[in-house]
């Protein structure tokens, strides 16, 4: 999911707001490589510290059993919520979506020393008999010779590795329980001692041995060492990995370890190809991160969330399509002819009370959290199957699908075109005929959808291993199935119209919330505060390039630009790279837009002609014509009446951010029209005002007259 135009402003304030974080004000969550030293939160390596969620995911703000605040607050910086909310930087409702803009670990620094000992690698034991073992590296001698990596962002100059001889383990290990008794971390004479600082820049350690000549390791299934950290040492992960002469690194095992104790570590050498030309162990050591902060966008604003706060990934959102699998509610498998049932609440202590059908196309309508016995959130989904509602878990759907079953609309992609359609959905072949295909960038429109299985079932009663979804589409003349992946949404049809919007001009967006405030200060007897000739067309948006073919735009291939605000009619649609492009004539210049600079479609182009067919009305009473406004504005004044089934023009159109909560552009029209007086008039409408009381085609015609 792409990140929606006037999140920038918000996120840069928020970035601004973070100087006491960071001595580098160019410093961008997630763009930059690395955040300056001063932050805890630097940036993650999803390899080394995974998180729940990834960049541009979507989480649920779940709402707690007992809430404290009203709505789900995020803060300014990266920390804890206080009490009274007094660092939040702004809130959307429970239950709303919030997109995953930056991810930041933060770690609990150490500076000491952490133990390694007892490498071996164990052969796979034939049935009946123990596993046999052959010791690598004991470290009771000089010979066993490790060296420590330092890496080029080290702040730790005083790092070593050694061999040491006597460490009383008894001292360093943890504190027992109430009640018990302490354990027992006596251990050899020799180990291999781990001494560094780990701070923000290297959190992990990592050291190394190479073998004078490659190791065959082909008859032994696992490598196992030993490793105590001490109790005051929080949250330790290690990783074990084994190096090749073909320069492969692989990683066998990342484990926690429990401080101020030994733990064994097992790792599974199957992944390693070639187990014949070991040449060396790496083994990486140090704090996983003790919590994760995400940067989020929560309804337009933008702040931070612990971890623990959020619910999800959410897989589905409000208005998807999925389809419902042959998955009961308690995760056993439905065999053929048994009822979908579904809960009309998000409670799994429910038993479910409504059906819907296996196989069918749903739609996703609302999402909640639900927090189990375990304190976990499960993430339930709402879906509307015919006439039915009810709730179900992420496992009961497939999707979501890429376009909806009936009346969706997409192209073909190029490198995959032309595609085959076909009687039935499954591949082509003598008991399947193919009717036709559609080629590259071909419109479309999809009138069904189902999925067929591939590959059998691991156990009599599961669900196949995987299912292949095909959408029934017709493309030109031909009516015919094809698998999903060849296929593209795109927003508009060619012949549409669409406003163009370019990015923001830091610092000069006004939304429709700011627009309505000027507007209200306006007394009575006044002047509007802006009247049409005077509405700067997309004030704080910047004109967006033309370019010469369907691509991104660089240096050397544009050939104009369109100015924010402009209506522009969409000529042709292409695709490059799984990117939307349309085809519009800007001024004297025709080239290609990125959809994602279409934001709104438009009804009507500058020169349209309606005709109003109802009358507005005032507080419970019909005027006599339908009311224009002054100013771009739900309370600006009335600019008079145009009187009905009389012709007006489109003489203008502008767009306005809307308010925070509802992100997104409202569209505005100027319409010069005939007033109830019979003299000229002109004012401003908004786009879904005129929807349903406007024609366009003179109505007299329309009656024969």
């Not at 004078?212 to 008859?219: I, L, R, V, Y």
């Not at 140090?286 to 966008?297: E, I, K, Q, S």
């Not at 989904?381 to 376009?403: H, K, M, S």
């Not at 290609?592 to 934001?599: A, C, N, S, T, V």
Request: glycine share 8%.
């Amino acid at each position: 999911m792409q990140l929606k135009k006037p999140f920038l402003v918000l996120v840069i304030l928020v970035i601004a707001s973070m100087a006491c974080y960071s001595d580098n004000p160019l410093w961008l969550p997630g763009l930059t490589e690395v955040p300056p030293s001063p932050t805890f939160l630097p940036t993650p390596d999803e390899d080394t510290h995974p998180s729940r969620f990834s960049k541009n995911e979507l989480a649920l703000a779940p709402e707690p059993q007992n809430p404290e605040q009203p709505f789900f607050f995020i803060t300014e910086l990266p920390e804890d919520l206080l009490s009274g909310v007094r660092n939040a930087s702004g809130s959307c409702e429970y239950g709303s979506s919030l997109e995953i803009l930056y991810i930041g670990h933060e770690f609990n620094s150490f500076r000491g020393s952490v133990y390694v000992d007892d490498l071996s690698l164990i052969a796979a034991p034939a049935e009946g008999e123990e596993p046999t073992g052959q010791p690598l590296f004991d470290f009771e001698s000089e010979d066993d010779a490790w060296t420590l990596v330092q890496t080029e962002d080290s702040l730790n100059a005083g790092q070593e590795v050694q061999r040491a001889q006597n460490v009383d383990f008894n001292e360093l290990r943890a504190e027992p329980a109430e009640g018990e008794e302490p354990i027992d971390a006596t251990n050899t004479t020799g180990v291999l001692e781990i001494t560094t600082d780990f701070q923000p820049g290297t959190w992990l350690a990592t050291i190394q041995t190479s073998f004078d000549t490659p190791q065959d390791w082909s008859q032994y299934s696992t490598l196992s060492a030993r490793v105590f950290v001490p109790r005051n040492a929080r949250n330790f992960v290690i990783f074990l990995k084994a190096n090749t002469t073909s320069g492969q690194e692989v990683t066998l095992v990342r484990e926690i370890v429990d401080s101020g104790q030994w733990a064994d570590i097992t790792a599974d050498l199957a992944a390693v190809e070639d187990l014949t030309e070991v040449s060396g162990i790496t083994v990486n050591l140090g704090p996983d991160p003790a919590r994760t902060f995400y940067l989020v966008a929560c309804s337009g604003n933008v702040g931070w969330a612990t971890g623990e706060r959020l619910a999800g990934p959410v897989r589905f959102e409000r208005g998807q399509s999925a389809l419902t699998r042959p998955v009961g509610a308690r995760g056993e498998p439905l065999r053929e002819g048994q009822p979908f049932m579904v809960s009309t609440d998000p409670n799994p202590a429910l038993p479910p009370t409504t059906m819907c059908d296996v196989d069918q196309v749903v739609d996703v309508v609302d999402i909640s959290a639900v927090e189990e016995r375990t304190g976990e959130q499960t993430i339930w989904y709402q879906i509307n199957c015919a006439q039915n509602r009810g709730w179900v878990t992420e496992d009961r759907i497939f999707g979501p699908l890429i376009l909806p079953a009936q009346d969706g609309l997409g192209i073909v992609k190029p490198e995959l075109a032309p595609v085959e359609l076909t009687a039935e959905p499954r591949v082509s072949g003598d008991d399947n005929q193919v009717l036709g295909t559609c080629e590259a960038n071909q419109t479309l429109t999809t009138s069904g959808f189902t999925t067929i299985s591939i590959g059998e079932p691991e156990a009599e009663g599961d669900t196949p291993q995987q299912l292949t979804p095909y959408y029934r589409i017709q493309c030109g003349d031909y009516i015919g199935w094809t698998e999903q992946t060849p296929l593209l949404e795109i927003p508009y049809p060619v012949g549409t119209n669409a406003m163009v919007v370019g990015d923001e001009e830091l610092g000069q967006v006004e939304t429709e919330a700011e627009a309505d405030e000027e507007d209200a200060e306006v007394t009575e007897g006044e002047e509007a505060a802006a009247d049409a000739d005077e509405i700067e067309r997309a004030r704080g948006y910047l004109p967006v390039p033309l370019t010469e073919v369907p691509e991104v735009a660089v240096e050397g291939n544009i050939i104009g630009e369109c100015p924010s605000g402009t209506v522009v009619e969409l000529q042709n649609v292409n695709s490059s790279n799984d990117r939307i492009f349309y085809q519009v004539t800007c001024g004297e210049s025709t080239g290609w837009i990125e959809d994602i600079f279409l934001p709104n479609g438009t009804d009507f182009i500058l020169g349209n002609s309606i005709w109003f067919m109802e009358p507005s009305t005032a507080g419970r009473e019909a005027q006599e014509g339908y009311e224009l406004l002054q100013t771009t504005s739900k309370v600006s004044e009335a600019a008079g009446q145009c009187a009905l089934f009389t012709e007006a023009t489109v003489s203008d159109a502008v767009f306005q951010a809307k308010a925070l909560r509802r992100l997104g552009f409202r569209i505005w029209y100027e319409i010069t029209c005939t007033d109830i007086d019979g003299e000229e008039t002109s004012g401003w409408l908004e786009a879904d005002d005129l929807q349903e009381v406007v024609s366009r085609r003179n109505p007299f015609h329309l009656l024969g007259g």
